[in-house]
């Protein structure tokens, strides 16, 4: 399958089809892993449910203590 990325504000979006979530298990409030060699891109959903609230909770920490830099990296 060849996907196009999506422009979605100042970053680029992958859609992931609900066909492929159910597949993985994942659904739009699934916690994924993003790993990348430099070349490719490897997505694992993470389906320990308190390591994903964790994961979560710790993004949401970053997002708001770094919004300034992340808004400013972005332009």
């Known amino acids: 399958m060849i996907k196009t990325l999506t422009k979605h504000g ?3 979006a ?3 089809e609900r066909p492929i979530l ?3 298990g994942a659904s ?3 916690a994924f892993e993003v790993v990348t060699d430099g070349h490719a891109l490897i ?3 993470i ?3 308190v390591h994903s609230v964790k994961v979560r909770k710790s993004m949401d920490r970053i997002g708001k203590r770094y919004a300034k830099s992340f808004e ?3 332009k």
């Open 22 to 24: 159910e597949l993985l």
């Open 72 to 74: 400013e990296l972005a």
């Open 10 to 12: 100042n970053s680029a």
């Open 14 to 16: 992958l859609v992931i």
């Open 43 to 45: 997505l694992t959903p």
């Open 28 to 30: 739009a409030d699934t």
């Open 47 to 49: 389906k320990d449910a």
